[in-house]
Every structure is written in structure tokens, then in C-alpha cells.
């Protein structure tokens, strides 16, 4: 009789076993699974690669912020122009093209009237820009006389002076010329004009003159028919102007730009990439 006792007991263990084991199996491989589909759930699914790179990418930026000439090698790599060699660069050719600082400018303003004449004669660029200036401020030149002087300066070599000489060359709708019956077509043309002078800029490979563009074709319904008049008309201003540089003995235009310069223009920083699809 306690043999069957015993025997009954161990067959009720082993059933209660049995029992258990199928109903926590199933819930062990979905946990399993849903681990395996879900690698964020279980530290077994971490990615050690992953990790290290975070952790190299932390240390770079530690060195960076203690090494101010690795900082200056990151920004040179992001904005390849922005160094203080490369902006010495950048400044050389625009001095080459004609852009000089206010005091170099400032000087010329303690001369005479006579002899910044002289120098604009010798072919003095500074004092051509200085002759505009006076006839400008003294009322005693005609718009189109101090346009012409900017492109004197312009067949120096100056696309600076491209941009001053568009300017003068633009205009304004509200003028009394422009209210008579011809008057929008003949604020049109001008306008037409002043672009044109733009485009020799352009052409020159001075993208400092964009910002100029860009305001004065606000200012107008363009076509394409007028697009086509600006690029033509922008290529005889041209050709005349290097006609006379060669008359001086001077040679065709150097409208070379050194990459440095282009990466300057292409910088969105500066303001100018906006503009570059646009031509």
C-alpha cells in the first residue's frame, strides 16, 4: 500500500512538471524573439562598433575644443577659403581688381583738383575714382560723363569700377523723364543698360557685382528676349573696353580667378551662392 502511495505521488510531480514546463516554454521564446526583433529591448543586442565611433567622434570634438589649430584645419575643410592665408589671397586679387581700402581711398581725397586730374591722366585708378567722386558731389558732371570715367577705370582693369559705373548708370522711375507716355520703355532701357555694365563684371569673373544684379532685376519684368540683350549687349561693352586697354599698349583682360576666390564666392556666407544659378 505505501508503494502505490509513493508511486501515485511521483506520477502527479512528474505530470505537474511536465505541465509547467509546457506552459512556460512557449512565453520563454516569444520574450526571445520579441528581443531579438526589438535590439533596443536587450543590452545583447548592442552594436560595439557603433559605440566606438560615438566615442572617437566625442574625443575628435574634446581635441578640437582644446586645439585651436585643428579648429582652424576643420573650418579651413568646411569653408576651403576661410583662413587667414587664404583670405590674404582673396584680398590680393580683389585689390588686383580694384577694390582698395577706405584708406588708401582717403588719401586721394587731400589732393587738389588739378592733381587728382594729372593722376586720372597718368592713369591713376584710385584718382579716376576720386574725379568721379568730386564731379559727383560738386553737381558739375552729367550722369553719363561719370559713368565713362568708371570705365576708364574699368579698362585699367578695375571691376570695382564696373560696379560704381552700373550704378550711375541705373535709374529711378520716378524721374520726370520717365512719366510721359514712352516713359516705363525708356526707364526699361537704361535699366537694360546698367545690367549690361554688370555683365562685363560677370564676364570678368567678378562675382562681387551679383548683390547689384540681383536688386536692379527686381526692379524689372524681364524676358528672355531681354536676358539675351543684356548678354549681348554686355559682350560689345566688353570687346570696346578691351579695345581701348590694347590701345594703351595694355593687352587683353586677365579675367582669370584663382580657385581660392571662387570657393570665397561660393561660400553661402558671403551671401553670393543665392545668385550663382541665376546666370
Keep these: ?51 566606438n565611433i560615438s566615442r572617437e567622434t566625442n574625443d575628435d570634438q574634446e581635441k578640437l575644443e582644446a586645439d585651436p589649430i585643428e579648429t582652424e584645419k576643420l573650418a579651413n575643410a568646411v569653408n576651403p577659403w576661410h583662413s587667414p592665408a587664404n583670405f590674404e589671397e582673396v584680398e590680393k586679387w580683389k585689390e588686383s581688381r580694384g577694390y ?18 594729372q593722376l586720372a591722366q597718368g592713369g591713376d585708378i584710385k584718382a579716376l575714382y576720386q ?19 568708371y570705365l576708364e577705370a574699368a579698362v585699367l582693369g578695375s571691376s570695382q569700377a564696373l560696379e560704381w559705373a552700373g550704378i550711375m ?6 524721374f520726370s523723364r520717365f512719366q510721359g507716355e514712352d516713359g516705363e520703355q525708356l526707364y526699361k532701357k537704361e535699366m537694360l543698360e546698367a ?9 570678368r569673373g567678378d562675382r562681387e557685382v551679383l548683390e547689384q544684379v540681383n536688386r536692379t532685376r527686381s526692379k524689372l519684368e524681364l524676358t528672355p528676349e531681354d536676358d539675351e540683350y543684356i548678354k549681348a549687349r554686355g559682350a560689345e561693352i566688353y570687346s ?38 541665376r546666370q
Design 240 to 277: 570696346e573696353l578691351e579695345e581701348k586697354r590694347k590701345s594703351l599698349g595694355l593687352g587683353p583682360f586677365d579675367n582669370s580667378v584663382p580657385q581660392i576666390v571662387k570657393n570665397y564666392h561660393d561660400d553661402a556666407a558671403t551671401g553670393f551662392k543665392r545668385f550663382i544659378d
Design 131 to 149: 574725379l568721379a567722386r568730386l564731379k559727383v558731389s560738386e553737381g558739375t558732371g552729367k550722369k553719363q560723363d561719370i559713368v565713362n570715367i
Design 169 to 174: 548708370a541705373s535709374t529711378d522711375p520716378s
Design 1 to 51: 500500500m505505501q508503494n502505490l502511495k509513493t508511486t501515485v505521488l511521483i506520477i502527479v510531480v512528474a505530470m505537474v512538471a511536465f505541465a509547467s514546463y509546457l506552459w512556460f516554454k512557449p512565453k520563454y521564446e516569444t520574450t526571445e524573439t520579441t528581443e531579438a526583433l526589438n535590439p533596443s529591448n536587450t543590452v545583447f543586442n548592442q552594436n560595439p562598433e557603433k559605440e
Design 100 to 117: 582698395y581700402s577706405a584708406a588708401d581711398l582717403d588719401m586721394y581725397k587731400s589732393y587738389s583738383a588739378e592733381t587728382i586730374k
Design 195 to 203: 545690367l549690361s555694365i554688370y555683365q562685363v563684371a560677370l564676364i
